[in-house]
Nanobody
Framework: QVQLVESGGGLVQPGGSLRLSCAAS????????MGWYRQAPGEQRELVATIASDLTTDYADSVKGRFTISRDNAKNTVYLQMNSLRPEDTAVYYC????????????????WGQGTQVTVSS
């Protein structure tokens, strides 16, 4: 069964840093596109960053230069290094996998973690 387990969230002061981790199981991780999304109260979920199997990355304009997405295929884990955090970064951060669960699957499906809270406040 597919599992995406986020960790690393918490409370941090403006200007501080956090590193989020997402450990994946039940997917063909090496060929999956992994991503981080976030959702603040009363707002829609938005893309933060993605990283493809060839290490191509994509970032929301609001986080470019501050956040870095990376992956460790040996650990089936994707990371989000967040620096220079701002109060507007406060949200629940969700790990996403666009992936196959079997080698013979024709299509990728989207899977989501449970989310981890990031709060940026003094």
């Amino acid at each position: 069964q597919v599992q995406l387990v986020e960790s690393g969230g918490g409370l941090v002061q403006p200007g501080g840093s956090l590193r989020l981790s997402c450990a994946a199981s039940g997917i063909i991780f090496n060929f999956a596109t992994m991503g981080w999304y976030r959702q603040a109260p009363g707002e829609q979920r938005e893309l933060v960053a993605t990283i493809a199997s060839d290490l191509t990355t994509d970032y929301a304009d609001s986080v470019k230069g501050r956040f870095t997405i990376s992956r460790d295929n040996a650990k089936n884990t994707v990371y989000l290094q967040m620096n220079s955090l701002r109060p507007e970064d406060t949200a629940v951060y969700y790990c996403n996998a666009r992936a196959r669960t079997r080698w013979f699957d024709r299509n990728d499906n989207d899977y989501w973690g449970q989310g981890t809270q990031v709060t940026v406040s003094s």
